[in-house]
């Protein structure tokens, strides 16, 4: 909502889920074995019972109940007609019973070396209260921009979706966009140490598969900057060639410099 605090979004939010959650009937005498695993916390009350109880009866004595009823039908009136009767009651007429019921919540931190994230929800329906590692971060956080995450960084252990986070075209190893290079002919993403060939016109990284030496002066290229030689038909870079014939591109042809 406009003009609301993250904070005060996200509380609205968990109290509308629980009180969704107080219209289910809850149990009786439910005990809970605590192991090293998990830790119990029992939060104490926010009020006090009197201030509870004054806050019902503040709120059934502010309006009136209206009941409505009909009128037994007679020989003269065909339709029952339909009345209201308004009822205020008075203060001692109300008996006001507290019950303390307890909501189970569910609070996981999950640290993946250098990120922590976390995820909260209700304990007896599993209903999400707040979420930091199902969808990747880079996309909006609400509506059709959601993606789910797939998989964490093996470097940073940052968890991101399938669009932004690659494995490893050699080793298989999980890389985020910082933590990996991209090979400027395939597009595959290797790690840094997996793909260390760059093409001497583009300066590109260049993976071994996309990598190619001009047999005339040996130096490593991109599959973009090599040509093949119209006349011996050698694969040779293009700083290694000339273009001869035709107007501008048109019929030009490409000779390497031993030809």
């Known amino acids: 909502m406009l003009g609301q605090s993250d904070e005060d979004s996200q509380r609205i939010k968990e109290n509308d889920i629980f009180l969704r959650e107080l219209e289910q009937t809850p149990e009786i005498g439910l005990s809970l074995n605590q192991s090293d695993a998990y830790q119990i916390i029992i939060h104490k009350p926010l009020e006090t019972e009197e201030k509870v109880k004054k806050r019902v009866i503040d709120g059934i004595l502010k309006e009136p109940y209206i009941v409505y009823y009909k009128l037994k039908k007679d020989e003269g009136n065909i339709f029952a007609d339909q009345r209201e009767l308004k009822i205020t009651p008075s203060v001692k007429d109300l008996h006001i019973t507290i019950k303390l019921i307890y909501v189970p919540k569910w609070e996981m931190d999950f640290q993946s070396k250098e990120y922590k994230y976390t995820r909260k929800m209700t304990g007896n329906s599993g209903a999400i ?71 001497a016109d583009c300066d590109n990284a260049v993976c071994d598969s996309c990598s190619m030496k001009c047999p005339i002066c040996g130096e490593t290229h991109c599959k973009g900057h090599m040509t093949k030689c119209s006349k011996c038909e050698r694969i040779v870079c293009a700083s290694c060639t000339r273009k001869e014939g035709g107007f501008l591109s048109i019929g030009q042809k490409v000779y390497c410099k031993n030809c």
């Not at 990747?136 to 399938?162: P, R, T």
């Not at 290079?181 to 840094?192: A, F, K, L, N, T």
């Open 129 to 199: 209260l707040y979420d930091t590692i199902t969808h990747c971060n880079k996309h909006w956080s609400v509506g059709f921009g959601k993606k789910n995450n797939i998989a964490a960084c093996d470097i940073c252990g940052e968890v991101l979706c399938k669009e932004h986070i690659w494995q490893c075209a050699t080793c298989g190893s999980w890389r985020c966009e910082t933590h990996s290079i991209m090979c400027g002919s395939c597009q595959r993403r290797y790690c840094p140490e997996h793909i260390l060939n760059k093409c």
